[in-house]
Nanobody, 123 residues
Framework: QVQLMESGGGSVQAGGSLNLSCVAS?????????KAWFRQTPGKEREAVAR??????ITYFIDSVKGRFTISQGKNTVYLQMNNLQPDDTAVYYC?????????????????WGQGTQVTVSS
């Protein structure tokens, strides 16, 4: 079983930056095929922000974050560097990870999820 723990959330003003981290631990945590970031606001469905495969392939799912957010990975860790944050980026951000291709291609089916970290952007 893999556990995911996010950190780095907080409150910033518009135009500010945050760097989210998610550390994977537990048995076989170093062998996940992909990791991803999601976000969710009250009353809305959780949406995928970005995904990175262990081999390095990256996809951004939200047009408005392209050029502002950067997903990257280290040993057992996935990061989300968020620059020029806007109030619409306010959400709880979740880390997710998948073991197999079916969990990664349809990333909403990721097997492992973190508890989330709050990001609040004020205007």
């Amino acid at each position: 079983q893999v556990q995911l723990m996010e950190s780095g959330g907080g409150s910033v003003q518009a135009g500010g930056s945050l760097n989210l981290s998610c550390v994977a631990s537990g048995h076989n945590s170093q062998y996940t095929m992909c990791k991803a970031w999601f976000r969710q606001t009250p009353g809305k469905e959780r949406e995928a922000v970005a995904r990175i495969f262990a081999i390095g392939t990256i996809t951004y799912f939200i047009d408005s974050v392209k050029g502002r957010f950067t997903i990257s990975q280290g040993k057992n860790t996935v990061y989300l560097q968020m620059n020029n944050l806007q109030p619409d980026d306010t959400a709880v951000y979740y880390c997710a990870a998948g073991d197999y291709l079916d969990q990664c291609q349809s990333i909403q089916n990721a097997k492992y999820w973190g508890q989330g970290t709050q990001v609040t952007v004020s205007s």
